[in-house]
């Protein structure tokens, strides 16, 4: 694909219920990010794989929220009993190798009500 | 720890102005800069990048400079143009590997 694929682009949950948000980075690309963008705020580093490996989790806000790569290449993150803080936009982004300008796709836009 | 903030959070010029958007960061063991620009309901875009071992970067209508002595970043439009309003993000990595953003300068151009 032209660059990176976000699904879904909107997400609405009740309170308490699950959701997985998932990443398809541009293929051949080694690094993969998520993060969480507030409303008027920049986006908040949530996690990092290098490949298949999460290299980085110190962003992720709880518990409730876990994030994967199994085969280095689509990622999902799955927040668990959402609630209403975790409504903003999840950003993902990718990038050829470490120390590399990363290309983000759309985001999902998560609305937790 | 690792924070990068922004001097204004917008900024308003007329058409055809050139714009400075100026970015502030507090880790002296940043290597690596981007600015990022974000358009409503969008990710952000890459503009332009720059590493720690340069002070000014070119590209077409924008230049980066960056001055590591007082730990300072701008961005340069020349000839704003409409489609250039946006949200302008900065953004660093460290040695964590991780981009750290800034909070934004929303620009708007007026006609």
């Known amino acids: 694909g032209a660059g990176v694929s976000q699904s879904p682009r909107y997400k609405v949950a009740k309170r308490g219920q699950d959701v997985a948000l998932r990443c398809d980075p541009i293929?051949?690309?080694?690094?993969l990010f998520w993060y969480q963008q507030a409303l008027g705020q920049g986006p908040e580093f949530l996690t990092y794989?290098?490949?298949?490996?999460?290299?980085?989790k110190s962003g992720l806000p709880s518990d409730r929220f876990f994030a994967e790569r199994p085969e280095g290449s689509v990622s999902t993150l799955k927040i668990q009993r959402t609630q209403q803080e975790d409504s903003a936009v999840y950003l993902c982004?990718?990038?050829?190798?470490?120390?590399?300008?990363?290309?983000f796709g759309q985001g999902t836009r998560l609305t937790v009500v | 720890g690792e924070s990068v903030g922004l001097h204004l959070p917008t900024l308003s010029v007329q058409e055809g102005d050139n714009s400075i958007i100026n970015c502030a960061y507090s880790?002296?063991?940043?290597?690596?800069f981007i600015w990022y620009k974000q358009e409503s309901g969008k990710g952000p875009q890459f503009i332009i990048d720059?590493?720690?071992?340069?002070d000014k970067r070119q590209g077409q209508r924008v230049t980066v400079l960056l001055n590591k002595t007082v730990k300072h970043l701008s961005l340069q439009i020349a000839a704003t143009q409409p489609g250039d309003s946006a949200v302008y993000f900065c953004?660093?990595?460290?040695?964590?590997?991780?981009?750290?953003f800034g909070q934004g300068t929303r620009l708007t151009i007026n006609p």
């Open positions: 293929s051949g690309h080694v690094s």
């Open positions: 982004a990718s990038s050829p190798r470490m120390n590399t300008e990363a290309f």
């Open positions: 720059i590493r720690s071992n340069m």
């Open positions: 953004a660093e990595i460290g040695g964590a590997q991780k981009l750290v």
């Open positions: 794989f290098q490949n298949e490996a999460q290299l980085d």
């Open positions: 880790n002296s063991a940043s290597d690596y």
